[in-house]
């Protein structure tokens, strides 16, 4: 079982910069496939970009150039360094982990809301 507590989320002017923060719990955290995902209100949610074990990342078109994902494995910890953010980026982000073997995410946070707005 993995508990994934998101934080950093919070309100920025257009153009400004956010880093959400995601504290797992438990010793396997290394092995997950850790992504961020977001949803904004009448909108399906979308993956925002996810990071492999290795440091493999993969983004969404929307965001590839203005967001960062990264993990500290020795803090059991994924980032999301979100750059140039746009009004379109407002949305609950979560993040979520699975195993290589699993295509689907298996643990969710509670996600944290980002609002971009001036």
């Known amino acids: 079982q993995v508990q994934l507590v998101e934080s950093g989320g919070g309100l920025v002017q257009p153009g400004g910069s956010l880093r959400l923060s995601c504290a797992a719990s438990?010793?396997?955290?290394?092995?997950?496939?850790m992504g961020w995902f977001r949803q904004a209100p009448g909108k399906e949610r979308e993956l925002v970009a996810a990071?492999?074990?290795?440091?493999?990342?993969n983004y969404a078109d929307s965001v590839k150039g203005r967001f960062t994902i990264s993990r500290d494995n020795a803090k059991n910890t994924v980032y999301l360094q979100m750059n140039s953010l746009k009004p379109e980026d407002t949305a609950v982000y979560s993040c979520?982990?699975?195993?290589?073997?699993?295509?689907?995410?298996?643990?969710w946070g509670r996600g944290a809301q980002v609002t971009v707005s001036s």
């Open positions: 979520a982990a699975r195993r290589l073997i699993n295509s689907k995410y298996e643990y």
């Open positions: 438990g010793r396997t955290f290394s092995i997950y496939v």
């Open positions: 990071i492999a074990s290795g440091g493999t990342t």
